[in-house]
C-alpha cells in the first residue's frame, strides 16, 4: 500500500531553534515522487520541494534542507534558525503511478508552533 | 493573479441543501485534482480531470457528489443533500504534464459547514 506516515502531530520550538520534521513512506513503485507541502493559517498549500526516487542528494534551500534515505524510507525536513513565520501544518506527500497518472498521498501533516 | 482560484472560500449551508464549488485552474494546466481535507488529517483524493475527462473518482466520492470539467477549463464540485459529514475543506489542485508530475499548484479552498 502506498503511505505517508509523519509521527510529529505537533512540535513546539522557540525561534532561532533547529527543528527537523519525520516523514516515512512505503511504496511498491521503484519510480515515485516525494513532496513537502506548507499549509499556513491560511490555507492553500504552498509547494516547498519535489524529489524522485532516484535522487537521494540531500538539498539546501535557504533554512530549509531535506534528507532523503531511501535505505529507512524516510524524507525529513530541517528548518534551521526558525522563524515565527515558519509556524504552519506541513505535508509530506508522495506520487506514484495509477491508472495513468501519477496519484498524490498525503500524510496527515505535522503542526508547527515557533514561539518567539 | 495567475493561481488556482476557489469560489466561494467558506459556505455554511443546513444539512439537506445542495452546495456547488468552483475551481479555476492556472490556465495551461491540463490536469485537475479536487481534494478534501478534514480537521487534522492530510488532503484526500477525491477525482481527477485531464482535461474535460474525469479519468478518476475516490471511493470517498459518494453519488450525492459530482464534479465537471466542461471545455477542459474550470471545474465545479456538487454536493447535494449535504450532511454534518461534509464539512471539510475542499481543495482543488491543477498541474501540467504527460508523465512525469510536476508541482501541484492548490488553491486556498472553500472551507463548507454543514449545520
Known amino acids: 500500500a502506498q503511505k505517508v506516515t509523519q509521527a510529529q502531530t505537533e512540535i513546539s520550538v522557540v525561534e532561532k531553534e533547529d527543528v527537523t520534521l519525520d516523514c516515512v513512506y512505503e511504496t511498491r513503485d521503484t519510480t515515485y515522487y516525494l513532496f513537502w507541502y506548507k499549509q499556513p493559517p491560511s490555507g492553500e498549500l504552498v509547494f516547498l520541494i519535489r524529489?524522485?526516487?532516484?535522487?537521494?542528494q540531500n538539498e539546501i534551500s535557504g533554512r530549509y534542507s531535506w534528507n532523503f534515505q531511501k535505505s529507512t524510507s524516510s524524507f525529513n525536513f530541517t528548518i534551521t534558525a526558525s522563524q515565527v513565520v515558519d509556524s504552519a501544518v506541513y505535508f509530506c506527500?508522495?506520487?506514484?503511478?495509477?491508472?495513468?497518472?501519477?496519484?498524490?498521498?498525503f500524510g496527515i501533516g505535522t503542526k508547527l508552533q515557533v514561539i518567539p | 493573479d495567475t493561481g488556482v482560484s476557489q469560489d466561494p472560500r467558506h459556505k455554511i449551508t443546513k444539512r439537506g441543501q445542495n452546495v456547488t464549488f468552483r475551481c479555476d485552474p492556472i490556465s495551461e494546466h491540463n490536469r485537475l485534482y479536487w481534494y478534501r481535507q478534514t480537521l487534522g488529517q492530510g488532503p484526500e483524493f477525491l477525482t481527477y480531470f485531464q482535461n474535460e475527462a474525469q479519468l478518476e473518482k475516490s471511493r470517498l466520492l459518494s453519488d450525492r457528489f459530482s464534479a465537471e470539467r466542461p471545455k477542459g477549463s474550470f471545474s465545479t464540485l456538487e454536493i447535494q443533500r449535504t450532511e454534518q459529514g461534509d464539512s471539510a475543506m475542499y481543495l482543488c489542485?491543477?498541474?501540467?504534464?504527460?508523465?512525469?508530475?510536476?508541482?501541484?499548484?492548490f488553491g486556498e479552498g472553500s472551507r463548507l459547514t454543514v449545520l
Open positions: 506527500a508522495l506520487s506514484y503511478p495509477s491508472g495513468g497518472y501519477q496519484k498524490v498521498t
Open positions: 489542485a491543477s498541474s501540467y504534464g504527460a508523465h512525469v508530475i510536476g508541482e501541484l499548484f
Open positions: 524529489r524522485n526516487s532516484f535522487d537521494e
